[in-house]
């Protein structure tokens, strides 16, 4: 494969270089001069160039004949841009330049176009040829074919490499096949007897495993083994080539396969992951002495840096190979699929878990966008439809709704989904999403049980404390008629009696007004109310509502529309959220502010809100009312709306569970967010009147 430029990029000379970059990491800074040796040696195992410093292309050898596609009159001369696949951007060939251009070795995977069309990959190394001023005359390029192994990463690209996975099969193990090609290579270009890839359990350890090796055109079998005292040992505490001649006395390894006999030279350099930590060695064994050291050192660099990209590439399939599996035993627990949108194509794929779920036919699969969505309930696809928009419009971090969606048979299965865009394109637009369906079914109706059974709870306890309550009352009022039936009947006057009478019955009332407020059934007038100027109206009875150490903020602008409501519930509702959040507070000093604003509200669920009425889509206007108090956790704000639950001394408990009757009453919500320690916030959403 020649060098590669972008077409139309102008030639630079390394005496008039047009831009500035840094090598990548990990590149190297030795320039070999005595190119001759080494490209020999490797001409019969690796795809080889020599080109001048402007990038035309001075040799090539069969290899890169075989993989282009083109002959060798075709690409002598040639500046290499016919082979340009498109693939890699201005600031890839940039940097490349500059490298090669400084003297440096540069290295990396290039995709280049053979000439009937077929791309292909190649792990490539730059080597430049300096004159004796430090100059570069011409770039000798090593390469190596990765198509096959930049396939399979392919197969794991786009929405996620787990999900292509799960989606489409197990992985295909195959990293160690080409560990085993690569061994045999250095064998034959190097032309030495016996070559061994040796990984290390951890940096400490001396524990190891025998990868691959080979014994001329033998494979040596793998093994386990500790190289503790052995020369393995110290080739590794080198951490830098090691050369050791006349290994005749050496003590090799208990369970290493390989057992020279007589005198034998070793040559081994360190094998580094991307991080540069060593994770093991490449070494080679002949029964000549090592007199070529130079040329065999750059070609074992050469090799030992492929070998530590395929080792890591080995390794991290087996990480994905763990985790896919047991994703797919917890997705199989929990009753749950994935699933893969190309947003492009609108064309829907999903996992064997949703079909299964769904009963779905193989056959009919991927499926459109729009037939996925003729399988979610009608009253469902709006949300679904707005909750997609939002998320993909930037305004939602992701898809998370409840949804129905229709089984084979005709069932409703009820399910969780959630969707999120994985990649985007070269213009930052949506590309591709992914998502978990979760089935809920079960879960739906053990909450729909547990909602009964707290209905049945609170209507139990609110008849057994309006029956408490009530008899209270009854008996006092018994008590005072007799008292003045008596002080009639003795002449005396019962005016005392008949005004506690009078008490009771007013206290009758109130108790009967909130229980139908709490029903959201009690009278009101109805008028269109400036809310914000009845919250402006009622400052002086809210400041002296609370104590003195409370600070009261208003945030109440003008301008705002009205609502359709009784001003006296919402003074009410107002007034009661105020003393509730005073009573927060608790004896310390603080503040309460109040923030009034107008929204308009889609079809999204709002955050925290309570399921008092199906809010419709429209301009609603919204008050706040926050406190720097005490705050409250998940178990007590869930109960904060019950009638008769109240954590003060003196009340009854109905005063949250009235506001949430007059709001219902007045087609609104509410809704509350609070952390301990942190105070709490309360929003009343009202729609706005046209």
Same mark, same amino acid.
């Not at 070559?195 to 400490?204: A, C, K, M, Q, S």
């Not at 006395?249 to 991307?274: C, M, N």
């Given at each position: 494969?020649?060098?590669?430029?972008?077409?139309?990029?102008?030639?630079?000379?390394?005496?008039?270089?047009?831009?500035?970059?840094?090598?990548?990491?990990?590149?190297?800074?030795?320039?070999?001069?005595?190119?001759?040796?080494?490209?020999?040696?490797?001409?019969?195992?690796?795809?080889?160039?020599?080109?001048?410093?402007?990038?035309?292309?001075?040799?090539?050898?069969?290899?890169?004949?075989?993989?282009?596609?083109?002959?060798?009159?075709?690409?002598?001369?040639?500046?290499?841009?016919?082979?340009?696949?498109?693939?890699?951007?201005?600031?890839?060939?940039?940097?490349?330049?500059?490298?090669?251009?400084?003297?440096?070795?540069?290295?990396?995977?290039?995709?280049?176009?053979?000439?009937?069309?077929?791309?292909?990959?190649?792990?490539?190394?730059?080597?430049?040829?300096?004159?004796?001023?430090?100059?570069?005359?011409?770039?000798?390029?090593?390469?190596?074919?990765?198509?096959?192994?930049?396939?399979?990463?392919?197969?794991?690209?786009?929405?996620?490499?787990?999900?292509?996975?799960?989606?489409?099969?197990?992985?295909?193990?195959?990293?160690?096949?080409?560990?085993?090609?690569?061994?045999?290579?250095?064998?034959?270009?190097?032309?030495?007897?016996?070559?061994?890839?040796?990984?290390?359990?951890?940096?400490?350890?001396?524990?190891?495993?025998?990868?691959?090796?080979?014994?001329?055109?033998?494979?040596?079998?793998?093994?386990?083994?500790?190289?503790?005292?052995?020369?393995?040992?110290?080739?590794?505490?080198?951490?830098?080539?090691?050369?050791?001649?006349?290994?005749?006395?050496?003590?090799?390894?208990?369970?290493?396969?390989?057992?020279?006999?007589?005198?034998?030279?070793?040559?081994?350099?360190?094998?580094?992951?991307?991080?540069?930590?060593?994770?093991?060695?490449?070494?080679?064994?002949?029964?000549?002495?090592?007199?070529?050291?130079?040329?065999?050192?750059?070609?074992?660099?050469?090799?030992?840096?492929?070998?530590?990209?395929?080792?890591?590439?080995?390794?991290?399939?087996?990480?994905?190979?763990?985790?896919?599996?047991?994703?797919?035993?917890?997705?199989?627990?929990?009753?749950?699929?994935?699933?893969?949108?190309?947003?492009?194509?609108?064309?829907?794929?999903?996992?064997?878990?949703?079909?299964?779920?769904?009963?779905?036919?193989?056959?009919?699969?991927?499926?459109?966008?729009?037939?996925?969505?003729?399988?979610?309930?009608?009253?469902?696809?709006?949300?679904?439809?707005?909750?997609?928009?939002?998320?993909?419009?930037?305004?939602?971090?992701?898809?998370?709704?409840?949804?129905?969606?229709?089984?084979?048979?005709?069932?409703?299965?009820?399910?969780?989904?959630?969707?999120?865009?994985?990649?985007?394109?070269?213009?930052?637009?949506?590309?591709?999403?992914?998502?978990?369906?979760?089935?809920?079914?079960?879960?739906?109706?053990?909450?729909?049980?547990?909602?009964?059974?707290?209905?049945?709870?609170?209507?139990?306890?609110?008849?057994?404390?309006?029956?408490?309550?009530?008899?209270?009352?009854?008996?006092?009022?018994?008590?005072?008629?007799?008292? %003045? *039936? @008596?002080? =009639?009947? &003795? +002449?005396?006057?019962?005016? $005392?009696?008949?005004?506690? /009478? #009078? !008490?009771?019955?007013?206290?009758?009332?109130?108790?009967?007004?909130?229980?139908?407020?709490?029903?959201?059934?009690?009278?009101? %007038? *109805? @008028?269109? =109310?400036? &809310? +914000?100027?009845?919250?402006? $109206?009622?400052?002086?009875? /809210? #400041? !002296?509502?609370?104590?003195?150490?409370?600070?009261?903020?208003?945030?109440?602008?003008?301008?705002?529309?009205?609502?359709?409501?009784?001003?006296?519930?919402?003074?009410?509702?107002?007034?009661?959220?105020?003393?509730?959040?005073?009573?927060?507070?608790?004896?310390?000093?603080?503040?309460?502010?109040?923030?009034?604003?107008?929204?308009?509200?889609?079809?999204?669920?709002?955050?925290?809100?309570?399921?008092?009425?199906?809010?419709?889509?429209?301009?609603?206007?919204?008050?706040?009312?926050?406190?720097?108090?005490?705050?409250?956790?998940?178990?007590?704000?869930?109960?904060?709306?019950?009638?008769?639950?109240?954590?003060?001394?003196?009340?009854?408990?109905?005063?949250?569970?009235?506001?949430?009757?007059?709001?219902?009453?007045?087609?609104?919500?509410?809704?509350?967010?609070?952390?301990?320690?942190?105070?709490?916030?309360?929003?009343?959403?009202?729609?706005?009147?046209?």
């Amino acid at each position: 494969m020649p060098l590669p430029r972008e077409p139309g990029d102008p030639v630079t000379s390394p005496q008039e270089p047009d831009f500035l970059g840094e090598a990548p990491p990990g590149v190297g800074t030795t320039s070999y001069t005595d190119l001759e040796d080494l490209k020999r040696a490797l001409d019969q195992a690796i795809i080889l160039a020599v080109t001048d410093v402007r990038g035309r292309i001075l040799e090539v050898n069969r290899a890169f004949c075989e993989i282009s596609g083109y002959s060798e009159s075709e690409l002598l001369g040639q500046d290499h841009r016919t082979l340009n696949s498109g693939h890699h951007s201005k600031a890839f060939f940039k940097q490349f330049w500059t490298t090669i251009l400084d003297g440096r070795v540069w290295r990396g995977e290039i995709k280049n176009l053979a000439k009937d069309g077929r791309p292909y990959w190649v792990d490539t190394v730059i080597i430049p040829h300096l004159d004796s001023e430090g100059r570069p005359v011409r770039f000798l390029a090593l390469r190596m074919d990765i198509t096959a192994r930049k396939q399979a990463e392919s197969a794991l690209q786009g929405s996620g490499k787990l999900l292509r996975g799960l989606l489409q099969g197990p992985l295909d193990e195959h990293g160690d096949g080409h560990l085993g090609q690569l061994v045999q290579q250095i064998g034959r270009a190097l032309d030495m007897r016996w070559v061994v890839l040796i990984r290390f359990e951890n940096p400490t350890s001396g524990k190891a495993t025998l990868l691959t090796g080979r014994d001329g055109d033998r494979a040596v079998p793998t093994c386990s083994f500790s190289i503790d005292g052995t020369i393995f040992a110290a080739a590794r505490r080198e951490g830098a080539p090691f050369l050791a001649q006349d290994l005749s006395g050496t003590s090799f390894p208990r369970a290493f396969p390989l057992r020279p006999e007589g005198p034998v030279s070793l040559f081994s350099v360190p094998v580094r992951e991307s991080t540069g930590q060593v994770i093991g060695l490449l070494a080679t064994l002949d029964p000549r002495p090592l007199d070529r050291l130079e040329a065999v050192e750059s070609a074992m660099e050469v090799f030992a840096a492929w070998a530590g990209a395929e080792m890591e590439w080995v390794r991290t399939r087996a990480f994905l190979h763990h985790s896919e599996t047991s994703l797919a035993i917890a997705l199989e627990e929990l009753r749950a699929g994935l699933w893969e949108r190309d947003l492009a194509t609108d064309e829907l794929r999903v996992s064997p878990g949703i079909q299964d779920l769904l009963g779905l036919n193989p056959a009919a699969l991927p499926m459109s966008w729009e037939e996925w969505l003729d399988l979610v309930h009608p009253e469902d696809r709006t949300a679904l439809r707005k909750g997609t928009r939002d998320h993909l419009e930037g305004r939602a971090p992701s898809v998370h709704l409840r949804l129905r969606l229709r089984h084979a048979d005709g069932t409703w299965i009820r399910v969780s989904h959630l969707g999120k865009v994985v990649s985007w394109n070269d213009r930052g637009e949506p590309q591709g999403m992914v998502g978990l369906l979760t089935d809920i079914t079960a879960l739906w109706a053990r909450e729909e049980a547990l909602r009964e059974t707290q209905k049945l709870e609170s209507l139990g306890l609110l008849a057994g404390s309006i029956s408490h309550d009530f008899n209270n009352l009854l008996l006092a009022l018994r008590g005072h008629s007799e008292l %003045a *039936t @008596e002080m =009639v009947r &003795l +002449g005396q006057d019962p005016t $005392e009696a008949l005004a506690k /009478l #009078e !008490v009771i019955v007013d206290r009758s009332t109130e108790l009967v007004r909130q229980l139908l407020d709490y029903s959201g059934r009690g009278n009101r %007038a *109805t @008028e269109v =109310v400036d &809310l +914000g100027r009845l919250v402006r $109206e009622m400052a002086g009875l /809210l #400041e !002296v509502s609370v104590p003195k150490r409370i600070r009261l903020s208003l945030d109440i602008p003008g301008g705002l529309p009205p609502v359709l409501g009784d001003p006296t519930q919402l003074r009410q509702v107002v007034l009661n959220l105020v003393t509730n959040a005073a009573d927060a507070i608790d004896g310390v000093s603080g503040t309460i502010s109040l923030l009034l604003y107008s929204d308009h509200l889609g079809e999204a669920p709002l955050e925290g809100a309570l399921p008092l009425a199906e809010l419709q889509p429209g301009p609603y206007l919204i008050l706040e009312v926050a406190d720097t108090g005490c705050g409250m956790d998940e178990a007590l704000r869930a109960k904060i709306f019950e009638p008769f639950f109240t954590t003060k001394q003196k009340g009854r408990g109905l005063g949250l569970a009235s506001l949430q009757g007059i709001v219902r009453s007045h087609g609104g919500s509410l809704g509350v967010s609070s952390t301990p320690g942190s105070g709490s916030t309360f929003r009343i959403y009202l729609p706005a009147k046209a």
